[in-house]
């Protein structure tokens, strides 16, 4: 089954606070390992499992860090 | 197939323009308090739909920057005065909303007074208090919210009850007024948290869209630099260490759209009723003094005496009765903090044209109701200028061949008409007299607009026109 959401982490605006990683119920974000511009960590998506919640977008205290999409209703269903 | 949920507000700018910084991302420190309650409050403003009339007044302290990320119309206000600022914006812009953004240092230290006073008016504005309990910008000094025991550079052994007091609780403060609608204590420490601050924000700003009165939100908001703790366990030291000191709760909630303070009945004695103000007769067009009519030009007059002489008064009365007749007036007092037997003098310039400065070093004419003003002004009168003196108490008059003295014994011809109070009085009619400056209708029409009692007013013409009749006496003598 496809997920509900989706997150987009900007790795340019992030300064690794941690503080999404932490907050997130399904736990599918995760500190980098390479150094951004800014010299942080940025957090990074793991790629699946995003239920589209949006608690990371308001736990994160950068404007335009982190984006969350949710799935059209109606799609995402297996196909018939 | 995907729909943005949660993006970037459109209140905040594209790019965050500012000196030497990175255009793309706020100044703040990773896991600050601020970037978050700022996408709350962006968030709140796109949704309302208030871009265009939302007015942010900022504080001194980490967040004075916020100028550079929200699109809004801005004002940075002196450190603590956010309050008065927006007082004064929301009264002369109605339909703006107006809020405040505030850390603990400058809402609860240097401004304290402003906050107090705003939410007693009640004013139609929105406040957002971020608690971090220590000043963040400077380096972590002890702020009034700081936790006991806390160590900041200024309490470098913890604050202690004994030395610092302890920390003061601001909605707590605010909530024994009557003038808030709304007050609420929300804190960002995890994401039911950070909902519920949510939440308040747009309650705040709602109210006040809807005109339902003064709205407060505290915001235990953590200070991982200030703190010296990495953001997680910022968040938990929120939790820990300021939640029990700061309680979590709405502490009021009240819709204040009638502008009327809930709690007080009038009716049931728990203020004074408004009395209707008195009808105001209509007064005849005063035929105006020589200024007004042009037979002199600028009159620049110094009264000068003891405190309670009635001095400033009487110079109030005379700049009452000058704007009656369309003259520009100016009058300043100068007095000591005592309300009998200290000295008092005021400047008055009448004028037909606009008056550039009320100071008058130089005066015109000079009413000196005792010996003292003599020494003090007498020299300085303008050469064909007028010396009246209160001859009660001026025993020596300066020896000047270049000006006109009059002296009149005001306090006997007072305490004759039976009222010593009126000195002042006969002063001024004796200067009414000797330079037509101002029609004494004029002053007394002024008497009447003001409320004085029929008794009172005669009184007072009596006086005026026994120092009409003194000045002619004192003249021909």
């Known amino acids: 089954m496809a997920d509900r959401g989706d997150v987009i982490i900007a790795h340019h605006l992030c300064k690794g606070c941690r503080l999404c990683i932490v907050s997130c119920p399904a736990k599918v974000l995760e500190q980098g390992t390479a150094l951004n511009q800014q010299g942080y960590c940025a957090a990074l998506y793991r790629g699946s499992g995003c239920t589209g919640c949006g608690i990371c977008f308001y736990v994160c205290p950068e404007p335009g860090a982190i984006t969350v999409r949710v799935r059209k209703l109606g799609e995402g269903k297996p196909a018939a | 197939m995907w729909e943005i949920k949660h993006s970037r507000s459109a209140s905040f700018y594209d790019r965050f323009e500012r000196k030497g910084g990175n255009t793309e991302i706020t100044h703040y420190c990773p896991g600050c308090g601020h970037g978050v309650m700022q996408k709350l409050i962006a968030e709140a403003i796109d949704d309302f739909g208030i871009q265009d009339r939302a007015i942010l007044v900022g504080p001194v302290g980490c967040s004075i920057f916020m100028y550079y990320y929200l699109d809004v ?207 105001v007769p209509a007064a005849e067009a005063p035929e105006g003094g020589s200024v007004a009519r042009g037979t002199i030009g600028e009159e620049a007059l110094t009264l000068s005496g003891f405190g309670g002489q009635g001095v400033l008064f009487a110079g109030m ?86 000006i006109r003295i009059v002296r009149i014994p005001s306090y006997e011809i007072a305490s004759e008409l039976g009222s010593a109070k009126s000195t002042n009085m006969v002063m001024l009619g004796a200067y009414l007299e000797l330079t037509g400056a101002v029609d004494q209708e004029s002053i007394l029409a002024a008497f009447v607009e003001k409320g004085t009692r029929p008794g009172m007013l005669e009184s007072n013409r009596r006086a005026i026109e026994a120092g009409r009749r003194a000045a002619v006496e004192a003249e021909q003598a």
């Open chain 2, 73 to 279: 119309g801005n004002i940075s206000a002196s450190h603590g005065r956010a309050p008065a600022v927006a007082t004064g914006v929301k009264r002369a812009r109605p339909e703006a909303v107006v809020f405040c953004y505030q850390g603990d240092g400058d809402l609860a230290a240097i401004g304290g007074n402003e906050i107090l006073h705003a939410a007693n008016r009640g004013e139609s504005i929105t406040v957002f208090f971020i608690n971090n309990g220590i000043y963040g910008m400077t380096g972590g000094q002890m702020a009034p919210t700081t936790p006991l025991g806390q160590r900041t550079t200024t309490s470098p052994r913890g604050r202690s009850f004994e030395v610092e007091g302890p920390p003061m609780r601001m909605c707590e403060l605010l909530a024994t007024l009557d003038g808030p609608a709304y007050i609420e204590r929300v804190a960002l420490t995890n994401a039911r948290q950070n909902m519920r601050a949510r939440k308040a924000v747009r309650k705040a700003l709602r109210n006040q869209v809807e005109g339902r009165g003064f709205s407060f939100v505290e915001i235990l908001s953590p200070c991982p630099s200030g703190w010296k703790v990495p953001p997680e366990e910022a968040n938990r030291w929120v939790e820990k260490y300021m939640v029990p000191v700061f309680p979590l709760q709405v502490f009021r909630d009240l819709d204040h759209s009638d502008r009327l303070p809930k709690g007080i009945d009038v009716s049931k004695g728990g203020g004074i009723p408004f009395a209707a103000d008195p009808p």
């Open chain 2, 317 to 402: 009365a005379l700049a009452e009765g000058a704007m009656r007749e369309g003259l520009e007036v100016t009058w300043i007092p100068s007095y000591g903090p005592e309300m009998r037997g200290g000295t008092a003098h005021c400047h008055l310039r009448l004028s037909r044209q606009p008056i550039a400065s009320p100071w008058i070093s130089r005066p015109t004419s000079l009413i000196a109701f005792n010996q003292p003003s003599i020494g003090k002004f007498a020299h300085a009168i303008q050469p064909g200028g007028l010396l009246l003196a209160n001859a009660s108490m001026v025993k020596e008059v300066p020896d000047r061949k270049d």
